[in-house]
Each structure stands twice: as structure tokens, then as C-alpha cells.
């Protein structure tokens, strides 16, 4: 078991204490100084083993109602099948995690703790994008009960569109997938109730 504690001479309540499911335990005195221990804890799991996939990505989520374009940037680190930890260096300090069945992310001041077995719409969205750069789209096509198609893409890749047949207030209506000839992904589009669409594209080491 790790324990971490910063200002330990902090009376306890002041203190803000969390038990995770691989025997961490960490207590910090200020919100901020939770985030930093709880991403540095996350990553140690996820960093140890060999990575299938390490690079940088540029996130671009459009609104289309107004036309908004709200820009993201950061590194990714993806190992099969379920460990991904996306850290934004723009806006500094977010960052989207799976690791296993729990998905944790704090971006633009919103933040989530789930284990998604608990939880049928996050799983959904969890799976979504997990098997999206495992290259599983069928998968995807099958849980989200939507049609998909494949056609050739750049260079000898794969262009994947995904398309639920019935639109839920929650969760993900489509996707588009673009794949290297190699399989590797290298474009994810989120497409999600309420005219919203989120554009990865992946530069991979």
C-alpha cells in the first residue's frame, strides 16, 4: 500500500482522503494538490508496462448550434485493453483517464470519478473509445446498435462511420474512425446528442 500525505499536521478536517481499488491511499490539504496526487498515482499503474500506442494529440469539440470551436492539446498513452491516460497541456493540468473499469477525468473545471460497471451510458462512451483505437469498430457498431461503414482511407487505411440507428438524449450518436495502413489510428470523431462533435487527431511516436 502507498501512502502519500501532504501538511500531515493538518487537523483532519481539513483533509481530503481517498482509497482507491489498488490499495492507494492518498490525503492532501487542498483540491489542487488532490488532482496532482491522484493523476501521479493513476499514472504509475498505467505507465509501468509496455505502452501499444504513445504520442500527441490535438482535440477539436465544435458546438454547431453557435459555431464554437473550443481547442485542446496534449500526450497520450494507451496499453491494451484498457488503460489510457490522456494529460492535457492545454488547458494545462486536465486530463482523461481509464484505468480498467474506472474512467476519471477533470476538464475545464468539470470532473468525474465512475466505475463504469455501474454505470450503462459512461461504459458505453468508455468502450467507445477504447475499442476505437484497438481498431474493434464492429464492436462499437454492435454495443451502440448502429451501422457502420468501412471504406478505403489514406494511404491504404480505413475510413470507419458509425451511425446509431435511434439517438438518445445521452451518450454518442456516431463516430468516425480514420486508420494508418498499419491499423493504427490517427482520427477519432465524437458525435453526441445536441449537435456537439469532438475531433481527435493522433500523432503517434
Request: neutral net charge.
Amino acid at each position: 500500500m502507498i501512502f502519500l500525505c501532504i501538511n500531515n499536521h493538518a487537523p483532519d478536517s481539513f483533509m481530503t482522503k481517498c482509497q482507491y481499488p489498488a490499495g492507494i491511499v492518498f490525503a492532501a490539504s487542498t483540491p489542487a494538490m488532490k488532482k496532482i496526487l491522484t493523476l501521479a498515482l493513476l499514472l504509475c499503474g498505467i505507465v509501468a508496462g509496455a505502452q501499444d500506442l504513445e504520442g500527441t494529440f490535438t482535440q477539436a469539440k465544435t458546438l454547431k448550434i453557435s459555431g464554437r470551436v473550443i481547442k485542446s492539446e496534449g500526450t497520450i498513452t494507451y496499453s491494451a485493453p484498457d488503460q489510457l491516460a490522456m494529460l492535457y497541456t492545454k488547458p494545462d493540468g486536465d486530463y482523461f483517464i481509464i484505468d480498467g473499469p474506472y474512467l476519471r477525468m477533470d476538464m475545464r473545471g468539470v470532473a468525474l470519478d465512475v466505475n463504469t460497471e455501474n454505470n450503462k451510458t459512461v461504459k458505453a462512451q468508455r468502450n467507445a473509445i477504447l475499442y476505437g483505437i484497438a481498431g474493434r469498430y464492429e464492436e462499437i457498431a454492435r454495443e451502440m446498435d448502429a451501422d457502420c461503414t468501412v471504406s478505403a482511407g489514406k494511404d491504404g487505411g480505413k475510413h470507419v462511420v458509425i451511425k446509431v440507428r435511434k439517438a438518445l438524449p445521452k451518450g454518442y450518436t456516431g463516430m468516425e474512425l480514420d486508420y494508418k495502413k498499419n491499423g493504427q489510428l490517427r482520427r477519432m470523431v465524437l458525435e453526441e446528442f445536441g449537435d456537439i462533435s469532438t475531433e481527435y487527431i493522433l500523432t503517434v511516436n
